[in-house]
C-alpha cells in the first residue's frame, strides 16, 4: 500500500478533514430529509443503540488515554504509551465511538448523514494508518500491541 500522506507536521490536515466531515454530518440533521415512516420507527431504535455504544467507546477512549491524548495523529512530546483499558479492545477506540455515534445518529433519522459519515470512516481509516506510523517509530513496544490488538476501531468489528 502506499505510503499515506502526514498533512502537517503533526497531522494537521487530518484534524481538518474530519472536522469537516462531521460538520457535514451535522449540517445534514438540517436537510429535512427522514427515512419512510415504515422503517423509521426500527432505524430510530437501532441508531440510538449503536449511537449510545458509540458514546461509551468514545469516553472510554478518552479515559484510556488519559494525558497522552491528542487530535493529532501523531504523539505529544510528554506522551507515554498507553494499551489499557478500551485500547485493549481497539487500537483507535475514540474513532471507532465518532464513527458509530455518527454512524448511529444518521440512522436514527439523518439518512443524508451517512455519505459524509462513509467518507468519515475512510478518513478515519487513513489517519489511524499515517498515526500508527508514528507510534511504531516512537514507541518500540507498539509493534507487538499492534498484533495483540487486531481490531483498529470498533471492538469484535473492526
Known amino acids: 500500500m502506499a505510503r499515506v500522506p502526514d498533512l ?13 466531515l ?5 449540517a445534514c440533521s ?10 423509521q420507527g426500527a432505524c430510530v431504535v437501532v ?8 458514546a461509551v467507546e468514545f469516553v472510554s477512549g478518552i479515559a484510556a488515554l488519559g494525558r497522552s491524548l491528542t487530535p493529532l495523529p501523531r504523539p505529544g ?13 481497539a487500537r483507535h477506540p475514540i474513532y471507532g465511538g465518532v ?9 436514527a ?3 443524508l448523514g451517512l455519505a459524509p459519515t462513509a467518507a468519515l ?24 500491541y499492534r498484533r495483540r490488538t487486531r481490531r483498529r476501531f470498533i471492538p469484535g468489528v473492526y
Do not use: C, H, M, N
Open 8 to 20: 502537517g507536521r503533526s497531522g494537521e490536515g487530518w484534524v481538518a478533514l474530519q472536522s469537516l
Open 22 to 26: 462531521i460538520g457535514a454530518i451535522i
Open 30 to 39: 438540517f436537510a429535512g430529509v427522514s427515512w419512510p415512516q415504515s422503517v
Open 47 to 54: 441508531g440510538l443503540v449503536i449511537a449510545a455504544a458509540g
Open 77 to 89: 512530546p510528554d506522551a507515554t504509551f498507553r494499551g489499557g483499558g478500551a485500547l485493549r479492545f
Open 99 to 107: 464513527l458509530l455515534l455518527a454512524f448511529g445518529g444518521s440512522l
Open 109 to 111: 433519522g439523518v439518512p
Open 121 to 144: 470512516a475512510v478518513v478515519f481509516d487513513l489517519k489511524a494508518r499515517r498515526e500508527e506510523g508514528w507510534l511504531d517509530e516512537r514507541y518500540p513496544e507498539y509493534a507487538d
